[in-house]
Nanobody, 114 residues
Framework: QVQLVESGGGLVQPGGSLRLSCAASGFAFNRYAMTWYRQAPGKERELVAFIGGSTNYADSVKGRFTISRNNVKNTVYLQMNSLKPEDTAVYYC??????????WGQGTLVTVSS
């Protein structure tokens, strides 16, 4: 069974940092690109960061967020620094196993507030 489980969310003050983790199971993790998305209240889900042969970031997080992976632990990470209130969202991990099959985690809530 393919599964993605996110963790690491929480409440943080503006300017603070958090590291999100996404533990993967049920597929050959090292063969697939992984993506972090987020969805803020009342907004559409948006891509935050991607890691495959290279990494890509949304313009809004470039220079503040870093995506990485550990293929031994089957885990992808999102290090988030200099957090802003507009980073408040539910963060989701995603993998596209086939063109018409993608898997989502349950999400982890990040709240940036003083």
């Amino acid at each position: 069974q393919v599964q993605l489980v996110e963790s690491g969310g929480g409440l943080v003050q503006p300017g603070g940092s958090l590291r999100l983790s996404c533990a993967a199971s049920g597929f050959a993790f090292n063969r697939y690109a992984m993506t972090w998305y987020r969805q803020a209240p009342g907004k559409e889900r948006e891509l935050v960061a991607f890691i495959g042969g290279s990494t890509n970031y949304a313009d809004s997080v470039k220079g503040r967020f870093t995506i990485s992976r550990n293929n031994v632990k089957n885990t992808v990470y999102l290090q988030m620094n200099s957090l802003k209130p507009e980073d408040t969202a539910v963060y989701y991990c995603n993998v596209k196993l086939l063109p018409n099959r993608e898997v989502w985690g349950q999400g982890t809530l990040v709240t940036v507030s003083s």
